[in-house]
């Protein structure tokens, strides 16, 4: 071994500084790809235009009925147990034709099923009551 002369395994421990771009090409031209797909079924909808937030303090009127569902599912009007939904529907249906129409109020425990809900909301369109809404505590206050 001389000292001009370089063997392969002199030449093979130098550091290869250069950075290897492919990947990096790779994973940008396959996020170009996904971004090219998606931002026309992102930007091509339908125009509707949606309801603003408000938040208007509810107005207690003595003809105003207020259903409570528990976190069992069952449903109180006012404080008096209801039975079944067919019960509900029928006493909705006796309110339902009172002129003015009183308003129906949900109020439903944070823990109850959503399911329990529905067969209120389903029983009161069935008897026709056009005004239904939700209690729920304000901001910061529980119950």
Known sequence: MGMGLQTSDDYEDHVVSDINTTPLVDVMLVLLIIFLITIPVVTSSIQVELPKER???TQTKP???V????RDGEVYWNTQHIANQNELVARLKKVSVRDPQPEVHIRGDLNVRFESIGRVIVAAQRAGILRLGFITAPAGRAN
């Open 63 to 65: 003809e105003n009925v």
């Open 55 to 57: 938040n208007v303090p």
């Open 67 to 70: 259903l409570a569902v528990d």
